[in-house]
């Protein structure tokens, strides 16, 4: 079982940047994936990373949005750039292969 602990969630203005941090534990990690879930919305796919490295990006956040991972510390990253009130949620990190997610991170996007 893959435990996952995410951070860096917060109140930002349109334009801002927030880089959100997820930590793994428990097992070993595969695909790593961001999501995330706005009030009244289906949770939707934000990003992907694989264990080679290979990411993926839905259309909404190409170009703003960075996932990156560190193999050796089990940390998977999302650089969010140039927020749009849009991208307002609560994002959450998932191991693909387990199906594990974490608790979420909330992010604001208002001036």
């Known amino acids: 079982q893959v435990q996952l602990v995410e951070s860096g969630g917060g109140l930002v203005q349109p334009g801002g940047s927030l880089t959100l941090s997820c930590v793994a534990s428990?097992?070993?990690?595969?695909?790593m994936a961001w999501y995330r879930q706005a009030p009244g919305k289906q949770r939707e796919l934000v990003a992907t990373?694989?264990?080679?490295?290979?990411?993926s990006y839905a259309d909404s956040v190409k170009g703003r949005f960075t996932i990156s991972r560190d193999f050796a510390k089990n940390w998977v990253y999302l650089q969010m750039n140039s927020l749009k009130p849009e991208d307002t949620a609560a994002y959450y990190c998932?191991?693909?292969?387990?199906?594990?997610w974490g608790q979420g991170t909330q992010v604001t996007v208002s001036s």
């Open positions: 998932n191991e693909a292969r387990s199906g594990s």
């Open positions: 990373i694989t264990r080679g490295g290979t990411t």
């Open positions: 428990g097992s070993s990690i595969y695909t």
